[in-house]
């Protein structure tokens, strides 16, 4: 039965449409300023302002950047971490990306026009293209994107990506090319609401835990996030990270969805970025101002730079250079470099922030969450106010600092993290034994944090039991049920509590493969052991 009819509304990029391919035999890059513009050879990163903006560009400001090279102290990114990059197709040949490139290996390694990894999609080893169904072609706004998420860094030639690595092998974020827009001759095509909302759960799906959006609906199109789409970013956002149980499996436990604010210079709701559950992405340009295209407004989460290419018509260098492929009005390109502004270039960098902040907090550590992601993406701003008169309240919470994402100050104090819920347990006999090891159950939401554990039982003689370090052996002592709750306490003080039913009776049914403690229990009324 059909339940949803929308209308198919073609959905917009949110880059200003303006562009200069960058020309590699005229163009000579001044030194880098810091110690990673200096040691990384990748020739076009110094200009790359938005990452350590020197203020030697036109109607640039020194600072006026996302303090990348700050950030790369503490980590350049980590192969766990996936990015879903909902747009054009990602050039996944170019010769600043192809390290990058999420690769789904069982279809790399399958038999063509099989799904060998029964995910649903036929040779879907880069991603997928939902708007034609075939294989992933290359777009320049696509690739741009991708390259400020995560271009190849320290490899010798062209840009640097957020967090594309050292120049180790596998090193370096993952993305995910996921196929929304097409650009060629013909013209530019979308995929529907459909088949939208489809590469948003097509990325959860195969593991990304961040959702990079640089598009949205012309305004007036729509009064709300169409429901299909609204519905697919729920989802990401719940299941990112997480298996059919919902036990954490990824680097993260849930996922982030962003989206850039839109460039038409408005206040108005723009969606879906004008959603409570995303986060908002406005611009500024290379001198502290937002960018004169930028939306803004109350409902905008953080500002970034996006470039203002109106300021250097004639080289174009106040905008944002990253990769580049694909159509771009005159030809095909390949493995190229454009300078691009717009939402669209700002968006992506505050991905990629939190791509880093992923790769050292979440990868290794079980139980961190997109809540904390959010929270310490929120504190790793500073403030541009004086510079933006008039827009108090309308451009987030500031302009993004990615080397305070790693501060130890950056967020308030967390409790521990119960990773999943402890089982109960039931038995047939006296004497029985069962070990929990507690470590899988609960995770520091803190570094180099020692968990303390205390065990309390609510009717004594039913079990005894012995707690080492993170192991809880459980002995039945008598016949009947009581409750355990295990309190876990961080080295900040803050708890976390979590029970569980233990029973012991002759009536419990006995599984083949004798398997004490994890027994069902077929009393009337009685719980039953997981």
């Known amino acids: 039965d059909i339940q949803i009819v929308e209308p198919v509304i073609p959905v917009k990029r949110n880059s200003s449409g303006t562009f200069r391919r960058l020309n590699q035999h005229d163009e000579l890059p001044a030194s880098g300023s810091r110690a990673f513009g200096e040691s990384f050879s990748d020739p076009y990163l ?26 790369w102290i503490t980590t350049t990114g980590h192969p766990d971490v996936i ?23 069982a ?7 099989k799904d060998d990894d029964a995910n649903g999609y036929k040779d879907d080893i880069y991603g997928y293209n939902f708007v034609t169904g075939r294989a992933i072609e290359p777009t320049l706004h696509g690739t741009h994107v991708a390259g400020i998420i995560g271009a190849v860094n320290n490899n010798g030639i062209g840009v640097g990506g957020i967090a594309g690595g050292d120049g180790t092998a596998n090193s370096g974020v993952r ?31 195969n593991g990304a835990v961040i959702c990079q959006n640089s598009w ?12 299909l789409i609204k519905e697919a970013i729920e989802y990401f956002i719940a299941n990112a990270g997480m298996d059919e149980h919902s036990n954490q499996e990824g680097p993260m ?42 939306n803004y407004g109350p409902t905008v989460d953080i500002i970034a730079p996006g470039g203002e290419m109106s300021h250097d018509p004639v080289r174009g260098r106040t905008g944002v250079l990253s990769t580049g492929a694909g159509w771009d009005g005159t030809g095909i390109a390949k493995n190229a470099y454009y300078y691009m502004d717009g939402t669209s270039m700002s968006c992506p960098q505050v991905s990629g922030i939190a791509a880093l902040i992923v790769s050292h907090y979440g990868v290794g550590t079980p139980g961190f969450t997109s809540a904390q992601l959010k929270e310490r993406l929120y504190a790793a701003t500073y403030d541009i106010s004086v510079y933006n008169n008039g827009y108090d309240g309308k451009l987030g919470v500031g302009a993004l600092d990615g080397g305070k994402a790693f501060l130890p100050d950056a967020i308030s104090p967390q409790p521990p993290v119960l990773r999943k819920s402890v089982p109960n347990l039931a038995f047939t006999r006296l004497d029985d034994q069962y070990t929990l090891m507690l470590g899988d159950y609960f995770a520091s939401a803190e570094e180099n944090d020692e968990l303390v554990y205390n065990v309390s039982v609510g009717t004594d003689g039913i079990i005894s039991f012995h707690l080492v370090n993170n192991e809880l052996q459980l002995t039945t002592a008598g016949y009947g049920k009581t409750n355990v709750t295990l309190t876990v306490t961080g080295k900040n003080g803050l708890q976390t509590k979590a029970g569980f039913l233990v029973s012991c009776s002759s009536r419990t049914k006995i599984p083949g493969g004798n398997q004490p403690g994890l027994w069902t229990w077929e009393g009337s009324g009685e719980l039953t052991g997981q």
């Open 83 to 105: 990015v879903a990059v909902v747009d054009g197709g990602i050039d996944y040949t170019h010769v600043d990306l192809a390290a990058n490139i999420w690769v789904n290996t």
């Open 216 to 227: 949205g609906f012309d305004l007036g199109t729509v009064s709300s996030t169409p429901t």
């Open 175 to 205: 993305l995910m090319s996921c196929q929304v827009f097409l650009d060629d001759e013909q013209g530019e095509r979308s995929a529907t609401n459909f088949y939208t909302a489809a590469a948003i759960k097509y990325g959860v799906d």
């Open 253 to 294: 436990k849930g996922g982030i969805v962003l989206f850039a604010a839109g460039n038409d210079t408005t206040s108005s709701p723009s969606y879906p970025a004008f959603d409570d559950n995303v986060i908002s992405v406005s611009a500024m340009g290379p001198d502290y101002v937002r960018a004169t295209y930028s």
């Open 46 to 71: 110094s200009l790359q302002w938005h990452y350590n903006n020197t203020g030697k560009i036109n109607h640039a400001a020194e600072g006026a950047d996302i303090r990348l090279f700050d950030a």
């Open 107 to 113: 279809e790399k390694n399958g038999t063509a026009s």
